[in-house]
């Protein structure tokens, strides 16, 4: 074969992909990457293709489980896993991965952690196994340090982490730290728990420290649940003699193997030889299914995805769904419904489809814009201040650059799963859900039913990070389909994904290119600031739309700017949707704009800190855009933030990268910004019972930040009583109070406020009682009228609401009658955002490059975060750390590498995603400043986000100040740290 | 057959040999629709994906025999079915670079279940091939990676497909010398380790050279009074991670003098990468910093970046580097 032979053949991709027919043409990969032929190898030898006989083989065994014989007839093909959740009801071992790549599965056999989903079951037979659920005494110890020592943030890790912990104990009583931290590297903490995991288990050792230097209260609400495996989280639901839920059939969802593609028939005739199929749904079953695509395909529309869509629009997009009485079934039926595409050109590139104003993904344009589709000259949104022109005549340099942020997955380490549930025309859906509330209106909506027929409950949700906050009707909807399916077959219907889709199926970050051009005054005064930002949305607009804008807000919203002008366009690509991601915009921005600041400040040779200091915001200034009513920026500690963290890093000592030298470079580098805490409107209830039992029904969700435990300190001060007098429960819409939605940093602060009102208000409602006062008939919510009643904008109009009405939200109010019917005594709370509660921050890195192969290794990270107040020190510290260690993977290693050729994610594990381990961590260094803001309880604002934005930003500037070459595009692989090194001709 | 909502295997039946006579004829009769299982780790993730679907997987572990590691006379015998953490624990002394490769296999769970066998004959982890697309490696007439994301492939050694042997415990069990023993229908038979693993050249569709009706049982590695070895693995995570590069060195020192030395690069080329030009500059020589440094450059002669992998020969001439140094301390 001649080269060139090889090199027509190599622009061609087969794929084996599902068993679906292939019609018409089939090219893809437009732009810069050439025509790339595409074609089906479905049909090929070589590798099996569902066929022939579908039958399991059973075995009778005996499995010895926490000391106790279980006689159980298990299918020779399934693993220890199955058959302790599925078969024995033994659900406090979770299932994740369920492929080896992350430890939360992890049982003892014989005493040694293994992971369970790669282990056979009939190979644990003989063996000696033992769960989360043993009661050995030194798993009930270290289930106890696992609480005291904070081990849980959303807790779906901690099984896991907990039996790894004590089989490394069962070998080596007197373990080590660094023993420890070696033992709890094949269990992943999404969550970035890891320092409180570790010295949990550190704890338990022979010669370790009794107990931590204990913050008061360290212990979470939940610790119990979580600790002990009893924990139900919605992958749970349906497998225990005691739940609720019985006689649910399993989904599995068809999805496109193709970037872009028309869906023409679906067969599901040879899925109906499989025993236990019991039915279909397409996107042709989808309430609004014509209207929508119809009108997608013609002109701008408010949604532009269904959860099922007859034009796949990213590979990974969902086309039907099949339910059968077992997992094997409906996989073996999934495999076997035949799904006839019409593939097109993919158009996996943002800034070709902006300059060729595509319309293939979306007829109406390439621009995802809040109405949906539109041309590529009008960009989704625009902030403009000043005169722009002026403002770079006024400069004495202008410096541009541009910064490109990748994709990043969430992989919370619970996927998503729902069970969808009718009784009658009554619809209850469990649900890997952080906004319940929201979930109810957007599902109700979806399904044309109306909100009161939505039940949505979520007690505990295995991390979330905006991944499962269904508070659009662009998102995925996975739910929906399971309840299309239940209502089908009659049955409770269970949807639950695996790791790929959890990767890419779902929602993601958004990979953004920012361009940047800044001019500066010799003495260092910002005069104007140019930014247009592109952002690949994939398929679908999701939360593409109002992440671009509010990254425009990170942009803008740190420094004084008097001239500027953001443009920022969502752009429609063939590649995984991007959505809501803990910080929701802001990590890329603050990325591109610290990184771009740092320059700014080089160019006039001025020390990065200083420059920033002499730039930001103060206490006091305004904000005033076209989201943000004109308000005065409250009391921020952003001085604190930069001094304390600057101190722990050293700052002092910061030398230009012009005084380095040497192979191994050290370099130091910062990031400094803000993030408003919170959105829109919060109600708040509290009552007591007749026999004086106080309930809290917490509105938030229960996702892992712990919001719940910090509520429950807020209510309990209020009130002068102790947390352990709370009955605080949460995650159920029939019983919680309502909240907006559990995600920008809003709990504590926006939730946590009405609540505290609601404390308020109970306490005079049970004087007025004391003082013979009849049962309240006015359900006017309290709040304080100088702080707690702010305008705000709402998001479904995209207007500025001047004078909101202080009202409970109706389901709230419904609770709140029937309380008081049945003799209790309520207090009702509100509370409006004010746009003015930010939360400041500052970090700093330090890093070794080695300059022969571009190995990057953090050696610090010390962060600085003003909160207001510290309500649950255990709970804020956890979440800077965790937030960090999410960052630093951002930074360093997190990318989901999209192939040029086919838009097929490529590295689609977790070991080729790589979130960082117990053994990649720096030093980790949380400073939490307090400057309160009257608005808050206690003078709280929100923490959730920030610290995701520690380390990006300031690696960057680390590795500029050790090696002098500016890399503008994260995460900082060694082969991009090497190859940005090379292309500089500094390589050693 | 690639589809993401599949994590699940289609039903097999497990059998379960009391002989390996009878593995291998279980091996015979099913051929390509059987799988032999040790520890799974890999095998069970492959089943998951429904990539292949046999009906049969044949259990190892229910033949009695293949577990245990000896020491006899100058040799240490390891049974193909010891798990990785057996290796790490039973060999610190001996072999402390063989037990530093087990220890740094994935994780503390896969090195509790995963065997030392079933890591050397693991299949390629290039990920076009375990994903959708139909590549060579999986029968077809194109190489994705070669025109894709390749950061992680082959820099050595590649010929159509640019796969990397991913075994961590591969090129410390070659530079040690090791032997291993394997049994088909034709009875036992014992070959040089280098002899277990092809090239794309010889057989682009897998990573070694047993049968189907071939079971590996058991490894075998001379130990040398005068031998050092040690094992360097580079990797962007310290856990759960297959090596981006790692180098396996052993030699005798006799009186300052470097001999019987031998250098083997992981991670780098389809099958364990033995650098007989970096072994040149050193063997028969002193180990000192100039020879060192000689033998770092020599690693990275003839090797063929791909476009984004340049870095991997930075990374090989660090790791011969620093395992030369440190054996010479
Ligand atoms: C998440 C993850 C990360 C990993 N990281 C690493 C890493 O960093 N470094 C590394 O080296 N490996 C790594 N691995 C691979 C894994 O550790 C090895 O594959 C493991 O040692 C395999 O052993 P096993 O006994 O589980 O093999 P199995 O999965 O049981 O078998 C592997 C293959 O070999 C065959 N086989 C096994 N034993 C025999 C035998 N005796 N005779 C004939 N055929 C046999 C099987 O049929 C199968 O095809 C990783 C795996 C996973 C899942
Ligand atoms: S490197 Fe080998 S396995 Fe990977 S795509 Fe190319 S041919 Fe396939
Ligand atoms: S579920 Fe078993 S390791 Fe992830
Ligand atoms: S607490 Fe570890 S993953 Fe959430």
């Known amino acids: 074969m001649t080269d060139d032979q090889h090199d027509e053949l190599t622009r061609r991709s087969f794929l084996r992909a599902g068993s679906g027919v292939v019609a018409g043409a089939a090219a893809l990969g437009a732009g810069r990457y050439g025509l790339v032929q595409i074609e089906n190898a479905g049909r090929q030898p070589g590798r099996a293709a569902p066929a022939g006989e579908y039958a399991a083989h059973f075995a009778d065994l005996s499995l010895r489980v926490n000391g106790s014989a279980h006689a159980v007839r298990v299918p020779h093909h399934h693993s220890l896993l199955r058959v302790l959740r599925e078969g024995l009801g033994l659900t406090g071992t979770k299932k994740s991965c369920n492929l080896g790549q992350c430890g939360a599965c992890t049982v003892l056999l014989d005493g040694s952690a293994v992971y369970s989903c790669m282990l056979l079951a009939l190979d644990a037979a003989g063996h000696n196994i033992e769960t989360i659920e043993s009661r050995a005494l030194d798993v009930l110890r270290m289930q106890d340090s696992f609480g005291e020592h904070f081990g849980s943030q959303c807790g779906h890790c901690t099984p896991g982490m907990i039996m790894a912990g004590v089989g490394l104990l069962r070998e080596n009583a007197g373990a080590t730290p660094e023993d420890v931290r070696a033992a709890l590297s094949g269990n992943l903490c999404r969550c970035g728990n890891y320092e409180n995991e570790i010295a949990a288990v550190a704890a338990c050792a022979s010669g370790g420290p009794a107990s931590l230097p204990a913050p008061a209260m360290a212990r979470s609400l939940d610790w119990e649940a979580k600790t002990s495996g009893s924990a139900v989280y919605a992958g749970d639901v349906g497998f225990r003699t005691i739940d609720e839920v019985r006689g649910m059939l399993f989904a599995k969802v068809i999805r496109s193997p193709y970037a872009l593609a028309y869906v023409g028939e679906i067969d599901d005739t040879q899925a109906r030889n499989v025993p236990g199929y019991r039915g279909l749904v397409s996107f042709r079953d989808v309430p609004g299914y014509d209207e929508v695509t119809k009108a997608s395909e013609r002109s701008p529309e408010k949604t532009d995805r269904l959860c099922m869509n007859g034009k796949a629009r990213y590979v990974g997009d969902a086309i039907a769904a099949v339910a059968a009485d077992d997992p094997d079934a409906a996989m073996e039926a999934a495999q076997r419904v035949h799904v006839e595409y019409r593939v097109q050109q993919a158009f996996p590139d943002a800034e070709h489809n902006l300059e060729h104003n595509v319309g293939a993904i979306h007829a109406g344009g390439p621009v995802a814009g809040f109405a949906g589709p539109q041309p590529a000259d009008k960009p989704t949104i625009e902030y403009r201040r000043g005169d722009l022109a002026s403002g770079f005549r006024q400069a004495d340099l202008v410096v541009e650059g541009r910064y490109v942020a990748p994709i990043q997955c969430h992989v919370p380490i619970e996927p998503h799963c729902v069970v969808a549930s009718w009784h009658g025309d009554q619809l209850t859906f469990y649900d890997s859900q952080q906004s319940v509330f929201a979930a109810q209106d957007i599902l109700a909506t979806a399904l044309g039913l109306p909100r009161e027929k939505v039940r949505v409950i979520a007690h505990y949700v295995g991390g979330g990070f905006g991944g499962k906050c269904t508070d659009t009707l662009g998102k995925s909807l996975y739910q929906v389909i399971a309840a299309l399916l239940a209502k089908k077959t009659g049955r409770p219907v269970r949807l639950e994904y695996t790791l790929k889709e959890l990767m890419f199926a779902e929602d993601t970050r958004n990979p953004m290119t920012f361009y940047l051009r800044t001019g500066v005054t010799r003495n260092g005064a910002i005069t104007a600031l140019e930014c247009k930002a592109v952002q690949r949305t994939g398929g679908y607009g999701s939360s593409g739309p109002a992440v671009v804008s509010v990254a425009g807000e990170g942009i803008l919203d740190t420094y004084r700017i008097p001239n500027y002008w953001y443009h920022g366009y969502s752009v429609y690509t063939s590649s995984p949707v991007g959505g809501e991601m803990r910080g929701f915009g802001h990590p890329q921005a603050v990325f591109a704009r610290e990184l771009h600041m740092d320059e700014v400040a080089e160019s006039i040779g001025m020390n990065p800190m200083e420059f920033r200091r002499r730039n930001s915001l103060h206490t006091g200034d305004r904000i005033d855009t076209d989201v943000i009513p004109n308000v005065a920026l409250m009391n921020i500690g952003a001085e604190e933030c930069l001094s304390k963290g600057g101190d722990a890093i050293n700052w002092s000592a910061w030398q230009p990268p012009s005084q380095k030298s040497g192979r191994i470079r050290r370099g130091i580098g910062m990031r400094f910004s803000q993030e408003h805490t919170g959105r829109n409107a919060s109600n708040g209830l509290v009552w007591v019972d007749r026999a004086g039992k106080i309930h809290v029904p917490i509105g938030s969700g229960n996702l892992g930040t712990n919001s719940h435990t910090g509520i429950a300190a807020i209510v309990a001060q209020a009130l002068g009583v102790k947390v352990s007098e709370l009955d605080c429960t949460w995650g159920d819409t029939d019983s919680a109070t309502w909240d907006f939605v559990s995600d920008a940093s809003r709990a504590i602060h926006c939730h946590g406020k009405a609540m505290y009102n609601a404390a308020l208000d109970l306490k005079r409602q049970v004087e007025a009682h004391r003082g013979g006062a009849p049962p309240r008939t006015d359900f006017t919510p309290f709040f304080d009228p100088k702080t707690d009643l702010n305008p705000y904008l709402d998001e479904t109009t995209g207007t500025i609401v001047m004078h909101p009405e202080p009202k409970l939200s109706p389901p709230t109010e419904a609770i709140a009658r029937r309380i008081v019917a049945q003799g209790g005594l309520v207090g009702l709370g509100f509370y409006v955002w004010n746009p003015g509660v930010e939360s400041w921050g500052a970090s700093f890195a330090e890093v070794e490059v080695d300059m022969e192969t571009g190995q990057v290794r953090v050696l610090k990270l010390a962060a600085a975060h003003d909160c207001g107040r510290v309500i649950h020190r255990a709970g804020a510290e956890a979440q800077v750390q965790g937030g960090g260690i999410m960052g630093l993977g951002y930074a360093t290693t997190e990318e989901l590498a999209i192939d040029p050729h086919t838009g097929i994610p490529v590295n689609q594990s977790l070991y080729e995603y790589r979130p960082l381990s117990t053994l990649d961590l720096p030093e980790l260094a949380p400073i939490l400043v307090e400057a309160p803001v009257d608005a808050g309880p206690f003078g709280a604002k929100g923490l959730g986000e920030n610290p995701v934005f520690d380390a990006a930003a300031a690696v960057g500037n680390a590795i500029y100040n050790a090696t002098g070459v500016r890399m503008r595009e994260i995460p900082y692989t060694w082969p991009r740290v090497f190859a940005e090194l090379k292309k500089a001709g500094k390589l050693a | ?329």
């Not at chain 2, 007439?141 to 820099?155: F, P, T």
């Not at chain 2, 088909?184 to 693993?197: H, M, V």
């Open chain 2, 1 to 329: 057959m690639w589809n993401i909502s599949i994590d699940e295997p289609r039903p097999f039946e497990l059998l379960a040999p009391r002989t390996l006579e009878e593995a291998v004829e279980l091996g015979s009769r099913h051929g390509k629709d059987a799988a032999f299982l040790a520890g799974g780790c890999d095998l069970l993730d492959q089943l998951k994906h429904q990539w292949t679907a046999p009906h049969y997987v044949i259990n190892l572990k229910s033949i009695p025999g293949l577990k245990g590691i000896r020491s006899e006379g100058n040799a240490i015998t390891i049974g193909a079915l010891a798990t990785l953490t057996e290796v790490e624990r039973s060999t610190r002394n001996a072999l402390p670079g063989l037990a530093r490769a087990a220890s740094r296999v994935a994780t503390p769970q896969i090195r509790n279940t995963g065997t030392i066998g079933g890591n050397l004959l693991q299949d390629s982890r290039c990920p076009y091939y375990r994903g959708p697309w139909y590549c060579y490696r999986a029968g077809g007439i194109v190489c994705d990676a070669h025109h894709g994301i390749n950061q992680e492939h082959a820099i050595f050694g590649g010929n159509r497909c640019y796969t990397v042997s991913p075994s961590d415990t591969a090129p410390i069990l070659v530079a040690l010398g090791s032997e291993v023993t394997v049994v088909s229908p034709a009875g036992k038979r014992q070959i040089p380790i280098d002899g277990l693993f092809t090239t794309p050249e010889e057989n682009i569709t897998t990573m070694h050279r047993l049968g189907p009706n071939e079971v590996l049982t058991s490894i075998t590695i001379p130990l040398r009074s005068q031998q050092r070895s040690t094992f360097i693995k580079y990797a962007m995570r310290n856990s759960w991670d297959f090596a981006l590069a790692s180098a396996a060195v052993a030699l005798e020192m006799d009186g300052g003098i470097c001999r019987e030395c031998r250098i083997v690069l992981g991670g780098v080329a389809p099958a364990p990468w033995r650098s007989r030009l970096a072994e040149q500059e050193i063997e028969g020589k002193a180990l000192n910093a100039g020879n060192i440094e000689s033998a770092a450059r020599a690693a990275i002669a003839g090797a063929k970046p791909l476009q984004y992998n340049e870095y991997k020969l930075a990374l090989v001439k660090k790791l011969v580097r620093n395992a030369l140094l440190e054996l010479s301390a």
